[in-house]
């Protein structure tokens, strides 16, 4: 749905967005400078270094599985402390804090998802002067990046959801449909059963999310200015995974798993271009997609990594299997591509190499854990950080496994993926914030 208003939306290519920054003092958003899990400028040591530097700074954080970003020098991310969520800016340098934003929160999800808490999962973004964050019962928000001060906030289950009562005036799950959480004079709304997780992205003019509900969209794109209501696409269940920005033959498109399946949506004006079912338990795609050339690469819980060929003719867009991979089966954890190839953790803790083209298996190793989002440094290297707290440095080349090193930087549990900037990681512990500075 248009709502009238002018905006630009900008033709990116493939391996950028369009909001992509040049500045190796940024990590401005989920995957980094381009959404990919690249780092466009890191100064990271060579060799790897037998033991990892004490932390430069730490601060204690609350309930939460957002990753740090980093803009502006200064780290952004979320937390949750018993019933307030929080928006946090920390001196990049310091660890000092700059500033926080707080709201009431009232959201437990259903039992399957327990295990990760119920504090924010989706994580920030900066663009110039503002910060945008999704909490995991719906707030969306942006903020002055300098004093965090309110430019606008949108409730998402009390502007998009379906009023329902609520009897004991608090949040309830619902079976296995959704939790109802409350929005105000003693009735409530349906978020999804694990909280909003996906994290927001940006291409020109518009913010795009997953929102959901009886009155609004599947996905929708809201201008990043104003908060005004631009365009609205699907009338189906969300998943837990985030939208990215790609170009298919001169078509900027929003590709997003949603509950039932894989979409491509113009990003002009949310018109579906093309689909593929890809439905698992609970709605539960989680990991990101990734997108190389004209394929789209996705994976979740009980399916192959598949790999979509998107093509274009007369009559529109259409995508294809062009393989499928059980060794890249991943529940939780994204893939990265790079030079032909396509890296990642499988559900069983290997990391693994695969042909772009063909899918073909080229090596696996490891026995790693059980989670892990790599980046791409500039060093031809995969840091790839486990739930254990242990960062991998596998040589990202397809030849065969190579380990190059290792650092344990933290006892707790490390469900994020870092932010790396120049020779500086910043990591997000169960219950810490750290920066640990690689080139000291």
């Known amino acids: 749905m248009l709502s009238g208003l002018l905006v630009a939306v900008a033709s990116v290519p493939n391996s950028a967005t369009a909001h992509v920054t040049k500045d190796s003092g940024s990590w401005p958003q989920w995957r980094?400078?381009?959404?990919?899990?690249?780092?466009?400028?890191?100064?990271?040591p060579v060799p790897w270094p037998a033991a990892a530097p004490a932390p430069r700074w730490t601060m204690p954080l609350g309930a939460g599985w957002s990753s740090p970003v980093v803009d502006n020098g200064m780290v952004f991310v979320t937390d949750r402390r018993d019933q307030t969520e929080r928006l946090i800016a920390f001196d990049a340098k310091?660890?000092?804090?700059?500033?926080?934003?707080?709201?009431?929160?009232?959201?437990?999800?259903?039992?399957v998802g327990r295990r990760h808490g119920n504090g924010p999962k989706s994580t920030p973004l900066v663009h110039k002067e503002l910060v945008y964050s999704l909490?995991?019962?719906?707030?969306?928000?942006?903020?002055?990046?300098?004093?965090?001060?309110?430019?606008?906030?949108?409730?998402?289950?009390?502007?998009?959801?379906?009023?329902?009562?609520?009897?004991?005036?608090?949040?309830?799950?619902?079976?296995?449909?959704?939790?109802?959480?409350?929005?105000?004079?003693?009735?409530?709304?349906?978020?999804?059963?694990f909280g909003y997780t996906?994290?927001?992205?940006?291409?020109?003019?518009?913010?795009?999310?997953?929102?959901?509900?009886?009155?609004?969209?599947?996905?929708?794109?809201?201008?990043?200015?104003?908060?005004?209501?631009?365009?609205?696409?699907?009338?189906?269940?969300?998943?837990?995974?985030?939208?990215?920005?790609?170009?298919?033959?001169?078509?900027?498109?929003?590709?997003v798993m949603t509950g039932p399946r894989v979409v491509g949506l113009d990003a002009r004006d949310g018109q579906l271009l093309w689909s593929h079912p890809f439905q698992i338990q609970y709605d539960e795609s989680i990991s990101t997609a990734v997108v190389a050339g004209d394929m789209v690469i996705v994976?979740?819980?009980?399916?192959?990594?598949?790999?979509?060929?998107?093509?274009?003719?007369?009559?529109?867009?259409?995508?294809?299997?062009?393989?499928?991979?059980?060794?890249l089966s991943s529940y939780l954890s994204s893939h990265l591509a790079w030079r032909g190839h396509i890296y990642g953790m499988n559900d069983g803790g290997e990391i693994v190499c695969a042909d772009l083209q063909t899918g073909k298996t080229l090596w696996a190793g490891g026995k790693h854990g059980y989670y892990c989002t790599p980046v791409?440094?500039?060093?031809?290297?995969?840091?790839?950080?486990?739930?254990?707290?242990?960062?991998?440095?596998?040589?990202?080349?397809?030849?065969?496994?190579?380990?190059?090193?290792?650092?344990?930087?933290?006892?707790?549990?490390?469900?994020t993926s870092p932010a790396v900037v120049g020779s500086r990681l910043y990591i997000r512990s169960q219950d810490a914030l750290s920066c640990f500075d690689f080139g000291r």
Request: charged share 20%; hydrophobic share 35%; net charge negative.
């Open 299 to 327: 994976t979740g819980d009980g399916h192959p990594c598949t790999a979509l060929r998107i093509t274009r003719n007369l009559e529109g867009f259409a995508a294809r299997v062009a393989w499928e991979n059980d060794d």
């Open 94 to 111: 310091t660890g000092q804090e700059r500033w926080q934003r707080s709201h009431p929160v009232d959201f437990d999800p259903h039992a």
């Open 135 to 193: 909490g995991i019962a719906g707030w969306l928000e942006c903020v002055d990046v300098h004093t965090g001060r309110e430019v606008w906030q949108i409730n998402l289950p009390a502007t998009y959801g379906e009023r329902v009562p609520l009897p004991e005036g608090q949040a309830y799950v619902d079976g296995e449909e959704c939790v109802v959480v409350p929005v105000g004079d003693g009735q409530g709304a349906p978020v999804p059963l």
């Open 198 to 255: 996906g994290s927001p992205t940006l291409v020109g003019d518009l913010l795009i999310t997953s929102v959901g509900g009886k009155r609004g969209g599947t996905i929708m794109a809201f201008h990043k200015d104003t908060g005004k209501e631009v365009w609205r696409a699907l009338d189906e269940h969300v998943s837990y995974s985030s939208p990215i920005v790609a170009e298919f033959n001169l078509s900027t498109q929003v590709v």
């Open 376 to 415: 791409l440094d500039m060093s031809k290297r995969l840091l790839c950080l486990n739930e254990r707290g242990l960062l991998l440095v596998i040589a990202a080349e397809p030849s065969g496994y190579r380990e190059l090193g290792q650092s344990k930087l933290s006892e707790k549990a490390t469900w």
């Open 32 to 44: 980094g400078p381009q959404t990919r899990g690249t780092a466009v400028s890191t100064n990271l």
